[in-house]
């Protein structure tokens, strides 16, 4: 099964860094105006969704759906669900972190909606990669300089951080106290994060 690439709206400064990420053999989702980063990205879209209020329609030879302006579900949350529908199980979304904080944390909960149906997502930005971390374990290597756990879902507990520069064995971290932010690898180790109960989000932030 290819995996499903959403592309959002949002600027992006470092495309060198995301495209590395990206593959011919991905199915693209250019969300409206995500379409601004098309020929950044020389990938051409596979499907195209939006209401068209922030990008023009190009009217490509490319399955459309166009969307209206009132809807319960942004553009990158119908793009998802659409996906989901076609079977995909492996997700990657690509500008949708930005300077609309109240869409930065929409976008961020869709990892959580994936993670609740045992699908594998990841948001990518200029700087960082995000994902749900909870009883999976998951890893960090010295590729990043920096992670950071938080807790933006609810009650957690079990919280364990190991091979890195503030451990911590079966520990809460509430959402009034973060204090899981800015950790380290240590050198020449691989960090590994888990959560026995609930769910975090683990943000890792490259060198």
Same mark, same amino acid.
């Given at each position: 099964m290819k995996r499903c690439i959403i592309i959002g709206g949002a600027d992006i400064e470092k495309y060198d @860094?995301?495209?590395?990420?990206?593959? /011919?053999? !991905?199915?693209?989702?250019?969300?409206?105006?995500? *379409? %601004?980063?098309?020929?950044?990205?020389?990938?051409?879209?596979?499907?195209?969704?939006?209401?068209?209020?922030?990008?023009?329609?190009p009217h490509m030879?490319?399955?459309?759906? @166009?969307?209206?302006?009132?809807?319960? /579900?942004? !553009?990158?949350?119908?793009?998802?669900?659409?996906? *989901? %529908?076609?079977?995909?199980?492996?997700?990657l979304l690509v500008g949708?972190?930005?300077?609309?904080?109240?869409?930065?944390?929409?976008?961020?909960?869709?990892?959580?909606?994936l993670h609740s149906k045992g699908i594998s997502a990841k948001i990518i930005d200029d700087y960082s990669e995000m994902e749900i971390v909870d009883r999976e374990t998951k890893y960090i290597d010295n590729s990043f300089a920096?992670?950071?756990?938080?807790?933006?879902?609810?009650?957690?507990?079990?919280v364990n951080i190991r091979n890195a520069k503030y451990p911590l064995e079966n520990a809460v971290i509430t959402c009034d106290y973060?204090?899981?932010?800015?950790?380290?690898?240590?050198?020449?180790?691989t960090a590994e994060v888990e959560v026995r109960k609930g769910r975090m989000l683990l943000i890792?932030?490259?060198?």
């Open positions: @860094v995301i495209t590395k990420y990206l593959t /011919d053999g !991905d199915f693209y989702i250019y969300c409206d105006s995500g *379409l %601004k980063h098309l020929a950044y990205f020389n990938k051409k879209p596979d499907l195209i969704v939006g209401d068209f209020d922030s990008h023009v329609n030879d490319v399955e459309t759906i @166009v969307l209206p302006c009132e809807k319960d /579900d942004t !553009d990158t949350v119908f793009a998802v669900k659409e996906a *989901l %529908k076609r079977g995909f199980d492996e997700f949708v972190i930005g300077a609309r904080l109240d869409h930065t944390l929409g976008n961020v909960s869709v990892l959580s909606m920096f992670f950071s756990l938080l807790n933006v879902f609810g009650e957690v507990d079990g973060q204090y899981g932010i800015s950790n380290e690898p240590l050198a020449d180790l890792k932030i490259r060198k």
